[in-house]
T-cell receptor, first 115, second 112 residues
């Protein structure tokens, strides 16, 4: 257990429904990252926060995706109008902001299946 | 597009053997090269990392070799054990390791 928790661990939804995932980072980490991992592939960067500010977004993050980190603590990732192509593992990671080259600690992920 | 290419996709090694996984990158702005280990149902966990100012880093049975001119780096697992059976990802980071680009992964199986 890395100290990064994600909820839920699994989510099955029907196409067109909205889903929201939550990530609780390690408490002293001010940087938080979201990645998407499809079966047999490496994680792909989606977005990251420094405290409550969203500083970078990948082009993979379409308009249907939105992420928030109110008060710089936990973060949520919402997918609106889900599509079958959204089926993947959504990983959250956190990292200390002070200093460079610090390790990103990953949570266990939320596996999304869109029927 | 920034890419990190990883090979092989899968690897079978006998217990006690050496496992070697290779990665190549394109973007010379990358300045941080970690390797992650992932077990089924778990998130990736950092195994070992290197910066381009050194050509080799060793931690226990795990060694990273780095060739800056060739833009390649590799992971060597010495005395491979069945417990090492997992998927391994190389990654490359820029902005002091803030942004990571991952390779496609190598599924390692160590036979007893």
């Amino acid at each position: 257990d890395t100290g990064v928790s994600q909820d839920p661990r699994h989510k099955i939804t029907k196409r067109g429904q909205n889903v929201t995932f939550r990530c609780d980072p390690i408490s002293e980490h001010n940087r938080l990252y979201w990645y998407r991992q499809t079966l047999g592939q490496g994680p792909e960067f989606l977005t990251y926060f420094q405290n409550e500010a969203q500083l970078e977004k990948s082009r993979l993050l379409s308009d249907r995706f939105s992420a928030e980190r109110p008060k710089g603590s936990f973060s949520t990732l919402e997918i609106q109008r889900t599509e079958q192509g959204d089926s993947a593992m959504y990983l959250c990671a956190s990292r200390q902001g002070r200093g460079n080259y610090n390790e990103q600690f990953f949570g266990p992920g939320t596996r999304l299946t869109v029927l | 597009q920034q890419q990190v290419k990883q090979s092989p996709q899968s690897l079978i090694v006998q217990k006690g053997g050496i496992s070697i996984i290779n990665c190549a990158y394109e973007n010379t702005a990358f300045d941080y090269f970690p390797w992650y280990q992932q077990f089924p149902g778990k998130g990736p966990a950092l195994l070992i990392a290197i910066r381009p100012d050194v050509s080799e880093k060793k931690e226990g049975r795990f060694t990273i070799s780095f060739n800056k001119s060739a833009k390649q780096f590799s992971l060597h697992i010495m005395d491979s054990q069945p417990g090492d059976s997992a998927t391994y990802f190389c990654a490359a980071g820029d902005n002091a390791g803030n942004m990571l680009t991952f390779g496609g992964g190598t599924r390692l199986m160590v036979k007893p």
